[in-house]
């Protein structure tokens, strides 16, 4: 488990992967031997939140929600829209890049087309995923807890979660990561030869690790945002 006073250079060193997350955070590489909590403070960085992500991305199992009051829905939106861009500037892109030059590097391109069209799907229905929670669910839960925090009159909001409540949205989330899944194993089973092997690993290794980071990238949505938006919905509506 990464602490306030370990080095951040052991937490990338540890894992690697983690360096996805803390680009996120604005912060660049070169932290020397500063620890998790003096890099915290040099970018303004809340470090219960800071820790509570990468804590959560390094071990699927940690979950620990007793820390949830520690930090605001604006943070955890705020992380969580930049971790949308992030797949639709530079995740997905990449990928793309690559099966271009897979394709340009296949003797017979056809043969790869199936598996290009399955991720193109893919890349639609991510997409439309991510439009939804920033056009509809993020302004909901922000909505939320600032009538919470303020006070202000709750009928509106209160009217809101009566047609799209955040156990809606519970109940809804669909599992967008596990179509990566099927695609890696597509490409395992049925890629036909190209001569440049080395693209095909490279993909394989995006795909694995957009399917790790888009999995605890849901994880935080289910097991964070949700209860903590959950709560004061309760609340408001114990007060009317
Ligand atoms: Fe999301
Ligand atoms: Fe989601």
Known sequence: MFTHNMKLAEVVQSDFNTLNVINRFGVKLGFGEKSVARVCADYGINTEFFLEILNAYHDPNYFPQKHLQSFSVGEIVEYLRKTHRSYIDEGIPFIEELMNRMLEDCENPGEIKPIVKFFNDYKTELFNHLHWEDRDIFPYTLAVEETYINGTDASEIIEAMQKYSMTDFLDEHDDIESKLYDINTLFIKYVPPV??????????????????????????????????????????????
Do not use: G, W
Request: charged residues 30%.
């Open 195 to 240: 001569s440049n092997q080395m693209i095909c690993v490279r993909i394989l290794k995006e795909f694995s690790l957009l399917q790790k980071d888009i999995n605890n990238h849901a994880r935080i949505e289910e097991k964070v945002l949700a209860p903590k938006v959950i709560i004061m919905e309760k609340e408001l509506l114990q007060k009317q």
